[in-house]
């Protein structure tokens, strides 16, 4: 006859169950799946080590323990895991939501990993990464010397699926090789990014309307488009940029100021201060009247020369009205740049995509803008002769490499000629202008149409921008040697797509209305609508009111 040994039972409150291990073991990695309601079943004389899991019995004071230690493990109420109790009989039967309950302590909780394919690189600004966007990092370029650190996308939660993106080629392109995928990848994100033709046409709408108000405000004066818009280097993002050009008699070097006092501007001189009065004035004027119209907001950007900001709350286009000097000689380079690269506008309409999302290009946080981005292609591209013209990707890496290797605390750039100066070495226009204290970090950019202006000399972000290029150009690199992932650009260019559906599908939808109804305006189309349901309903009731005011 043996001697019965007592069962040893361990009471800790932070006992150790084997069901937590099997719970991290299968259940965690596959919670998305659990979405359903389970029941499990406890009854009388078990030890409280049992898991809440197990079909086991228990007496109804054990139960209620239980509740509340599972509870407290998991960071569930009290209340909210007894108010789902139901008794049957001496049975009480607990309804537990695998998606909010987990029986481990906190510390001991771990998240569970993403499948990581071989030759996929981790890019730390794309998928669920995008939270606590360093806009602090961006806001510190402008007060001084800083670190360069890359920047991830702006915040989002939307969930990108790189298959899913419009740019992907079909079929995976498994057949191309890295740099092949890379072209075809770059050439359909640019017919992506482009407006369609019915964005051309609400485009075009919108800078009729906007004419049409200036020309009441200021009688005989047309505004002119320039700017993306002009040159064709557009995206369906992009702002439309209007400036008020010089009346008849004037040369196409100078401005005559908007009260019509006959005060001219040379071509590239910022006003004086008398001048700037004056046009500032008749800027608030206009900016008056265009409050005053239903569906717009106006609002003065401190700028170099008097700038007005209106944004339509319905189609939620914005444009810019400047009073600037005359843009005709800058088009006429970028023009003939075009046509020495014919690539030019794919490598700027992906740099441009790259540091939007990132808001690196944002100028008056210190980013690059459209112009000179667009001269940072050209000059990466004239200062790189050996890579071929007609190869895609290997122009759009090179353009990547030279600014991330650039010492920009030691060298300016030339594009006309093609070279690398001494910053503050002498000479005249920008190699004669010494470092700013402080600043030395700053790009010095010669400006082709204009030696004297810089073109990164308000860049203060380029830090930033040369860590980010660096950090995309060894994510490519890794993409391409495996040459296994469904889109190489997605990395770069995360949450583009998914954050601007719904105003590109608004702007698609009135821009559709109007080439059906050629006759029709625009502000047809939107009394037409008052009354149904739109994407911005509520923005439409307050540019109503404000035009009724």
């Known amino acids: 006859m043996h001697t019965s040994q007592s069962r040893l039972v361990c009471r800790a409150p932070n006992r150790f169950k084997p069901s937590v291990a099997l719970w991290q073991h299968f259940v965690v990695p596959n919670k998305a799946l ?326 690196l290009s944002n100028v008056y946080l210190g980013g690059i803008g459209s112009y000179p981005l667009f001269m940072m292609a050209v000059a990466a591209l004239k200062h790189r002769p050996h890579v071929a013209k007609n190869n895609l990707a290997e122009q759009f890496l090179a353009v990547l490499d030279f600014w991330a290797k650039l010492d920009t605390y030691k060298h300016g750039v030339s594009i006309e000629p093609p070279e690398l100066f001494e910053k503050g070495s002498g000479g005249s226009g920008v190699r004669a202008q010494p470092p700013k204290a402080g600043f030395e970090f700053l790009l010095s950019l010669e400006d082709p149409a204009n030696p004297s202006n810089d073109l990164g000399g308000q860049g203060a972000c380029i830090k930033h921008v040369q860590a980010t290029f660096r950090q995309l150009e060894h994510q490519l690199a890794v993409d391409m040697k495996w040459n296994n992932r469904p889109s190489l650009l997605t990395p770069l260019v995360p949450h583009h797509h998914t954050i601007n559906r719904v105003p590109r599908e608004t702007q698609e939808r009135i821009g559709r209305w109007l080439l059906e109804h050629p006759d029709r305006s625009y502000e047809s189309y939107v009394e037409e609508h008052k009354g149904k349901k739109l994407q911005n309903v509520r923005y439409l009731k307050l540019g109503a009111k404000k035009g009724a005011a």
């Open 34 to 359: 659990c979405q359903r309601r389970r029941y499990s079943s406890v009854v009388s004389n078990q030890p409280l080590s049992s898991s809440p899991f197990d079909h086991r019995t228990e007496t109804h004071s054990n139960v209620l323990s239980e509740c509340s230690i599972d509870a407290s493990l998991a960071g569930v109420r009290k209340r909210d895991a007894l108010d789902t109790s139901v008794r049957q009989g001496n049975t009480i039967f607990r309804k537990i939501r695998l998606d909010t309950i987990h029986p481990q302590p906190q510390r001991l909780r771990r998240r569970a990993r993403p499948e990581v394919v071989p030759g996929i690189a981790t890019c730390p600004g794309f998928g669920t990464e995008t939270a606590g966007h360093p806009i602090e990092d961006i806001k510190l370029a402008r007060k001084g010397e800083y670190e360069g650190k890359f920047i991830k996308n702006l915040p989002s939660t939307a969930i990108d699926r790189e298959e899913e993106q419009p740019w992907v080629i079909p079929g995976g392109g498994s057949k191309l090789s890295g740099l092949e995928r890379l072209s075809a990848e770059i050439l359909r994100f640019y017919d992506y990014a482009r407006p369609t033709k019915a964005e051309r046409a609400l485009r075009q709408a919108s800078i009729k309307r906007i004419q049409g108000i200036t020309e009441q405000i200021l009688p005989g004066t047309t505004l002119e488009v320039f700017g993306s818009e002009r040159t064709g280097l557009s995206l369906y993002t992009s702002d439309i940029d209007l400036r008020l050009p010089p009346k008849s008699g004037t040369s196409e070097t100078t401005i005559q100021a908007a009260d019509g006092s006959g005060d001219l501007l040379t071509a590239g001189e910022p006003p004086s201060k008398t001048e700037k009065s004056k046009m500032d004035d008749a800027m608030r004027q206009l900016k008056i009247q265009l409050k005053k119209s239903p569906m717009l907001f106006a609002k003065p950007q401190f700028a170099r020369f008097p700038l007005i900001s209106v944004f339509d709350y319905v189609s939620r286009l914005e444009t810019q009205i400047v009073l600037s000097h005359d843009t005709s000689h800058s088009r006429e380079l970028m023009e003939g740049y075009i046509q020495e690269f014919p690539y030019l506008p794919q490598i700027y309409t992906l740099l441009k995509v790259m540091l939007d999302v990132r808001n």
